[in-house]
Every structure is written in structure tokens, then in C-alpha cells.
């Protein structure tokens, strides 16, 4: 009986084509095994059926960054998030036309984190210059909350919110907060510290009740739906 082989040399003999670039072909999702793509260059295979697209293209998989709407009391690390980043919660209007591969979920660094106890929008990537970005820019960077609060506003509350108070002994710049409704504010600040919307929200006799950040820099998280992602556009910048 014939040992199973690794799709990666079959291929390289029915291509004809080298090892290398059949994994290239393979890792790029251009190959499927009895009519299933596969895009582990070490799966092995024996009588299987092997097709390669005619379309196929030996361009290495660009590195991705992926848009992920954190629901609500996802007390979760960046590890176990990831795994809510699968196929069936890719978001319908996603119009990256990006090809999801399983590549894209590997080697995931997580960039800015969100505020305590808050949901919303988090950023995932494997572009090295997108992370650095997100990490060197974080104290110019500016991010926007939806906070829902509980409480009555004093007569010079919203001024204080925008400046005058002090977080962890430190005066706080200046950053901006106004009412979105009767229940909601929206903070656009810079460099978040942990705790520091709800520590700001106490000071004025508020109660923070939800938090949603839907913006990073110049990148709004838009109608992506709780628990849904999608890839950061080519034109998209923070």
C-alpha cells in the first residue's frame, strides 16, 4: 500500500512546479484535495483527488489587520478573543474582497487595548507597521467612547469632564466630552489610561453603566455588528 506524502510534494510533481512554490500555492488557498481547499502544505494525501486554480498566483499572503467589534463583558485576553474570529462571524458586508485564509489567523498581535469593562472596537494585525503605529502613536492617537451613564450632571460637570480633573495624581489635558442624548456621552481623548472614563465620570457624580469605543484615529468601526469582524480596507489608515 502507497505511504501518504505531503500535498505539498504531490503537488510539486503534478504541477510540475518546486516544493517552495507549491507551498506558496497551497498556503495562498489555490489548491484543493477532492474538491476542498487546503492550505496545509504538510496535510497528507494518498489517491485524493488535486486540483490547482487555474488562477493561482505564487505571490506570498500579504499580512491582514482585522476589525472586531468586542461584545459587551468579554472579559476575555487576546487569546481567547481570536477565537471569536472565524468564518461564520465574518461580517456580510465585509468589501475588502479579501479571500479569508486560515494564514490571516496566525501571528496575531493585538493593538490598542480597549478601556476597562468596555466593548467595542479592537484591532487585530500581522502588519508590523500598523502595530507599531498603534503602539508608538498610542498617546496621540485619539479614541472615541459611548458611554451610557447613571446620575445627575452638577452645573459645571461637562466643563470638569472636558478639563479639570485628575486621574492616579496626574491633572488631566484637555480632551472632549459632550452629551449624545439624554443617557449617553461621547469622549474623543487621547492616550486612555485604564479606569480612566469611569474614574472622570465618579468625579462628577456619574455612573458609567456601558462603554463602546467606535473609533481609533481615523478609523470609525462603522455598523460592524457585536461579535462580527472584518479586514481592515486598503485605503483605511489610523
Request: proline share 6%; net charge neutral; with cysteine.
Amino acid at each position: 500500500m502507497t505511504e501518504p506524502v505531503r500535498l505539498a510534494k504531490r503537488l510539486a510533481e503534478l504541477v510540475p512546479c518546486s516544493r517552495r512554490e507549491a507551498e506558496l500555492y497551497i498556503a495562498g488557498g489555490w489548491v484543493t484535495v477532492d474538491g476542498q481547499v487546503v492550505e496545509e502544505p504538510q496535510f497528507k494525501v494518498l489517491q485524493q483527488k488535486i486540483e490547482l486554480h487555474p488562477e493561482a498566483s505564487l505571490i506570498p499572503v500579504e499580512p491582514v489587520s482585522i476589525l472586531f467589534h468586542q461584545p459587551p463583558a468579554a472579559l476575555m485576553d487576546a487569546n481567547s478573543l481570536q477565537q471569536l474570529l472565524r468564518a461564520d462571524t465574518r461580517a456580510t458586508d465585509d468589501h475588502s474582497g479579501i479571500h479569508m485564509l486560515r494564514q490571516h489567523f496566525v501571528r496575531l498581535m493585538q493593538g490598542s487595548a480597549l478601556e476597562m469593562n468596555a466593548s467595542g472596537l479592537v484591532v487585530f494585525t500581522q502588519d508590523w507597521r500598523v502595530a507599531r503605529k498603534l503602539t508608538d502613536d498610542a498617546a496621540t492617537l485619539e479614541q472615541e467612547y459611548v458611554v451610557e451613564v447613571a446620575g445627575e450632571l452638577p452645573p459645571d460637570g461637562l466643563k470638569l469632564l472636558n478639563h479639570g480633573l485628575s486621574f492616579n495624581g496626574r491633572e488631566l489635558p484637555p480632551i472632549k466630552v459632550s452629551w449624545q442624548n439624554e443617557t449617553r456621552l461621547r469622549f474623543a481623548l487621547k492616550g486612555a489610561q485604564p479606569g480612566q472614563i469611569a474614574h472622570m465620570c465618579n468625579s462628577v457624580g456619574l455612573q458609567v453603566l456601558a462603554m463602546k469605543r467606535i473609533r481609533i484615529g481615523r478609523v470609525s468601526m462603522g455598523k460592524l455588528q457585536s461579535g462580527s469582524w472584518r479586514y481592515l480596507l486598503p485605503y483605511e489608515r489610523f
